[in-house]
């Protein structure tokens, strides 16, 4: 049996959700306990960073990251699901558009903007899943959600095909996205392809896939390996007990810091002079 708290960096497959592959990797790899740290829709591939046993604990490190994505829109033609798996609500025909238009429209969305969530997603209201509501057809309002746009480029241009790159903060819907720049073209436009390539430091092109699994150990990191952007604080041994009980220590407690000065509330790796990891901490300089 494999050991371990593990955090896996997966390629999803088109065609499953993101649940449904998690529960392959927990079953696969013969693991108790399994969690992915953001979800990519079934018509999605590409970057699934899933946490095993205690590396769930940590999952709301990784879901805070930048992420980008690679999509391909069709101009045209809208679905009430934003996407190629829905029921077509309106054909704009045939499509007339200017490259350079479109790259003007694409940097009037870089910076902060308002989303609304689409009804087919997983965002929550009253307690359930919007796509139950929209299977039954009942829409509800959604309050816009603030999300940064930090880069937005065109990758292709063959109208009525449109292939973009882009990378945002957590929380984005790029199929939302994508729907917005179809309204602003006044043509429309639905997702037809979606990949992850990025989470933060961790590629697609390092993950392992689902039928790699059991082969390789590529695509998986100790949480010590998977936390390598948070700086290093490794303490004495004679507080290493305080640590375990969740007390906190000073800087007097520290043999050495990996970096310099710290501002407050920066997350950082607590490991024993072995190297060990032993916790996350966070720095504050209170004090009493």
């Not at 590396?55 to 829109?73: C, E, G, P």
């Not at 139950?132 to 292709?156: H, Q, S, W």
């Not at 700086?231 to 640590?243: D, H, L, Q, S």
Request: net charge positive.
């Amino acid at each position: 049996m494999l050991s371990k708290d593990l955090i896996i960096c997966l390629d999803k497959p088109k065609g499953i959700t993101s649940a449904k592959a998690t529960d392959i990797v927990k079953k696969r790899l013969d693991q108790p306990k399994a969690g992915h740290t953001g979800t990519l829709d079934p018509i999605a591939t590409g970057l699934l960073i899933i946490c095993l046993n205690r590396a769930t604990r940590i999952s709301n490190l990784f879901s805070k990251l930048k992420k980008q994505y690679d999509f391909t829109m069709k101009l045209g033609v809208t679905t009430d699901t934003l996407d190629a798996d829905g029921r077509i609500t309106k054909d704009y025909g045939d499509v007339e558009i200017e490259k350079e238009e479109l790259e003007a429209i694409l940097k009037s969305f870089i910076g902060e903007i308002k989303q609304i969530p689409p009804m087919f997603s997983a965002k929550k209201h009253k307690g359930k899943p919007l796509y139950k509501f929209a299977r039954r057809g009942v829409e509800v309002d959604r309050e816009p959600k603030t999300v940064t746009i930090y880069d937005l480029n065109l990758k292709r241009f063959e109208p009525p095909f449109i292939t973009i790159s882009v990378t945002c903060s957590t929380g984005t819907f790029i199929r939302t996205l994508c729907d917005d720049i179809g309204k602003k073209l006044g043509v429309g436009a639905h997702v037809t392809e979606l990949r992850r390539m990025r989470i933060g430091p961790f590629s697609v092109e390092d993950a392992t896939t689902l039928d790699e699994l059991t082969e390789s150990r590529k695509g998986f990191y100790t949480i010590d390996e998977a936390l390598s952007w948070l700086p290093e604080a490794v303490v004495k041994a004679t507080v290493i007990k305080r640590i375990i009980h969740g007390n906190p220590i000073t800087l007097n407690d520290l043999y050495h810091l990996s970096k310099g000065k710290l501002q407050p509330h920066t997350l950082l790796k607590i490991k024993s002079p072995e190297n060990e990891l032993l916790s996350i901490g966070v720095y504050d300089n209170y004090k009493k």
